[in-house]
T-cell receptor, first 114, second 112 residues
Framework: DQQVKQNSPSLSVQEGRISILNCDYT??????FLWYKKYPAEGPTFLIS?????DKNEDGRFTVFLNKSAKHLSLHIVPSQPGDSAVYFC?????????????FGKGTKLSVKP | ETGVTQSPTHLIKTRGQQVTLRCSSQ?????VSWYQQALGQGPQFIFQ???????GRGNFPPRFSGLQFPNYSSELNVNALELDDSALYLC???????????FGNGTRLTVT
């Protein structure tokens, strides 16, 4: 049974608009949440993270929102650029765990059209 | 600064054979984690090594084993290969157990 769900396999957005990628998790013991981006033929690259004591974290064009009661997090990219086209993975970490032991979702493929 | 490098990039093996995949961690990183990414899935944690000791293992059978060397490079060994072992194998290193992962580009293993 999937502990981390990214229910949208793909998302298409126009350049300059907002991209919103969603992720749901099942276990309230998860307390650290990350987003990774993956281009074809490359390994995933860390993008942004948030701990369970916060509900928002921003880094430039990227913002992650955490709703603990709904066990939901989202990644907002504003404005979206063609170079953002990639597969985005949501990942979670157990309380007291290490970042080496992450649970990943299946990913959402984002396409940003010029 | 050299990133995480994995070898080989592609590999084809026959069911029942054994395979060794190699990973050189990023300079200064003492922790290595291995992940398996099947087609259409997210990466799945296999195990982590910290200072040459296994420091956590995912839901993989014992025929998946690993090593970490004094220079913090690492190997993943898979015995008695099965068709379902066909996947992208990703190695990631980190400064310590709590720092973000830096992934290599992976080894694509095909078992026929």
């Amino acid at each position: 049974d999937q502990q981390v769900k990214q229910n949208s396999p793909s998302l298409s957005v126009q350049e300059g608009r907002i991209s919103i990628l969603n992720c749901d998790y099942t276990n309230s013991m998860f307390d650290y949440f990350l987003w990774y981006k993956k281009y074809p033929a490359e390994g995933p690259t860390f993008l942004i993270s948030i701990s369970s004591i916060k509900d928002k974290n921003e880094d430039g064009r990227f913002t992650v929102f955490l709703n603990k009661s709904a066990k939901h997090l989202s990644l907002h990219i504003v404005p979206s650029q063609p170079g953002d086209s990639a597969v985005y993975f949501c990942a979670v970490m157990n309380y007291g765990g290490s970042q080496g032991n992450l649970i990943f979702g299946k990913g959402t493929k984002l396409s940003v059209k010029p | 600064e050299t990133g995480v490098t994995q070898s080989p990039t592609h590999l084809i093996k026959t069911r029942g054979q054994q395979v060794t995949l190699r990973c050189s961690s990023q300079s200064g990183h003492n922790t290595v984690s291995w992940y398996q990414q099947a087609l259409g899935q997210g990466p799945q944690f296999i195990f982590q090594y910290y200072r040459e000791e296994e420091n956590g293992r995912g839901n993989f059978p014992p025929r998946f084993s690993g090593l970490q060397f004094p220079n913090y490079s690492s190997e993943l060994n898979v015995n008695a290969l099965e068709l379902d072992d066909s996947a992208l194998y990703l190695c990631a290193s980190s400064l310590d157990r709590y720092s973000p992962l830096h992934f290599g580009n992976g080894t694509r293993l095909t078992v026929t």
